[in-house]
């Protein structure tokens, strides 16, 4: 008779916790994707910033009246290239391409050495963590 009980409750849970996920389409515990405090969310990086690019190379002091590159990769595959010129795009951002032999440099060109730290904190929310700084030539 126990087992009857136990199997019959069992049963209805799982009838029940199927149709729940039929309806809602959400997990016991989980939230919606398009919450602001869903972590893959649209928003999250308004509420969880990541941290800014690693600066690698000649890092100005923020008063240089120099200009400067910001190299954020260089791709010999041009479908790359392209897919980070597009997440610097959507970042807000002006990114060019430049040919360098057999590869392809994606760099942020013409910049104030005041604005550097404000673009390590975009790159670094648009998923890149490092990025190599240059003085125009």
Known sequence: MKRFIFFSLLFTF????????????VFFGEEEQDSPTAVNGSAANSFFPA????L?????????????????????????????????????????????????????????AEDIAQIAQSLGNAGFPEVLVRAEN
């Open 14 to 25: 799982i009838i029940s916790f199927s149709a729940a996920q039929t309806t809602s389409g």
């Open 51 to 54: 941290p800014p690019a690693k």
């Open 56 to 112: 690698v190379g000649t890092v100005p002091a923020t008063d240089s009246n120099g200009l400067y590159r910001i190299q954020v990769g260089a791709f010999s595959i041009p479908k790359n290239a392209v897919d980070a010129f597009d997440k610097l795009i959507k970042a807000g951002l002006n990114p060019n391409f430049v040919e360098n032999g057999e590869y392809i440099n994606v760099v942020l060109a013409g910049i104030k």
